[in-house]
């Protein structure tokens, strides 16, 4: 991911639309860009709408096995995970080419980096390191957010047998075995608390310094189903977010994955520590989860993200259009965000809940950047508009990670 060249695009997003773009990239990072110039013979020719690359702030792999699966029967989300379980054992190679599957269809749909949530930890780093072996093979970024996982719910329970190979015992095992993972060109390591459910007030704590410590970006599921929030209030006296301002956890660098069942209150405190927010709208909507208040915590202060989360589809310019289309039928109300707003929650905040300094087409950010084909066979100007709500990940033609070209069309 340290390449070199020069690209011309026939029209690019700069934080405005540029025409004839002049692209110079030096050692994965972008050296020059030049507006209104013609394509130098030596310029891979870009014809299309050039974008920043995308990014998919929270990805679990070995879910997209679930995809048409488990899609009879009915039931809830904790019916939906009970049988969930039955894909999460993998031998370390077979994890590997599924991975590799999965990052692919991933960069094939314009996604240069993504946050894979990781809490398989049967083999220890095993699987942990096949992910990271399969990113790089692909030649996607990865931050590997790996997961502490250790109780069965907030009243202490124990594990059920399905969830045991998740678990390191305490937080402080946990905390070795990460500080094993190494990063390495595209390869960060992240640090996340499953949810206040599965992890106990002390063993967050651990969490929590092991990431700031690291300067690791820090994640969380958050109030996704309003049976956690009730046994929270109940066990604890507090909401989960109130729970995580107790102990100290919330803050700028974390990312609080769904947040969709929170009070007024919940909002402020997320907003006043800049916490950004992960929306999965497709896997929301696919677990039948309810429409989190985003424009509240967006207008609190709290930077959103999207995420492919359980991969039942891989498309983040959907997820940017779902994050909106859902609040206009929660609210009754069109336009909550302008589509700058999403184009930057799939790119720019993204990356930054990540840790990569990328999702801009900016003099010295990382080279990711992707190509579109316009529909049909009209010619138009590159709008956020036009761009969120006309197309979607088949539009991808070409993908360029860190200088390196990924997806040629």
């Not at 995970?81 to 590997?96: I, L, N, Q, S």
């Not at 946050?115 to 992910?131: R, V």
């Not at 009754?332 to 801009?360: D, I, K, Q």
């Not at 529909?375 to 991808?396: C, K, M």
Request: charged fraction near 25%.
């Amino acid at each position: 991911m340290n390449g070199s060249g020069r690209w011309h695009a026939e029209q690019a997003w700069l934080g405005h639309r540029a025409a004839n773009v002049l692209i110079e990239v030096e050692g994965g990072r972008i050296k020059a860009l030049t507006e209104g110039v013609h394509a130098p013979h030596d310029a891979v020719a870009l014809r299309g709408w050039t974008i920043p690359g995308l990014a998919s702030a929270h990805s679990h792999a070995f879910q997209r096995l679930l995809r048409g699966e488990v899609e009879s029967a009915g039931g809830d989300f904790w019916e939906w995970r009970a049988r969930m379980y039955a894909f999460t054992e993998w031998e370390p190679a077979d994890y590997f080419n599924h991975a590799r599957h999965v990052f692919r269809e991933m960069l094939e749909a314009g996604i240069t980096a993504v946050g894979e949530f990781h809490y398989l930890h049967e083999h220890g780093n095993e699987l942990g390191i096949a992910l990271i072996d399969a990113a790089r093979e692909e030649g996607i970024r990865i931050t590997l957010i790996d997961a502490c996982y250790l109780r069965g719910g907030l009243d202490g329970r124990p594990l059920e047998p399905e969830q045991q190979a998740f678990s390191d015992g305490d937080a402080d095992s946990w905390a070795r075995r990460v500080g094993e993972l190494k990063e390495a060109d595209g390869v960060r390591i992240g640090a996340a608390i499953h949810s206040v459910r599965a992890v106990d007030p002390e063993s967050m704590r651990i969490v929590a310094t092991w990431a700031r410590d690291h300067k690791a970006p820090l994640h969380i599921h958050l109030a996704e189903q309003a049976a956690e929030v009730e046994e929270c209030l109940r066990v604890e006296g507090c909401t989960p977010v109130e729970l995580l301002a107790r102990e100290g956890i919330l803050g700028a660098d974390l990312t609080a994955v769904h947040a969709i069942h929170l009070a007024g209150r919940d909002i402020s405190l997320l907003g006043d520590n800049q916490v950004s927010i992960c929306a999965c709208p497709t896997t929301e909507r696919d677990l039948g989860d309810r429409v989190g208040p985003l424009t509240a915590l967006a207008d609190a202060g709290c930077p959103l993200a999207v995420g492919s989360d359980s991969n039942a589809m891989i498309d983040m310019l959907e997820e940017a259009r779902g994050l909106e289309l859902d609040q206009r039928r929660a609210t009754g109300r069109r336009v909550l965000h302008e589509p700058e707003e999403l184009l930057s929650a799939a790119t720019v905040n993204g990356m930054r809940a990540l840790g990569w300094n990328a999702g801009e087409l900016r003099v010295g950010m990382l080279a990711d950047f992707i190509t579109l084909e316009q529909a049909g066979a009209q010619w138009r100007e590159l709008t956020p508009a036009y761009l969120i709500y006309g197309f979607s990940a088949h539009n991808v033609m070409n993908v360029v990670v860190g200088g390196e070209t990924v997806v040629q069309g």
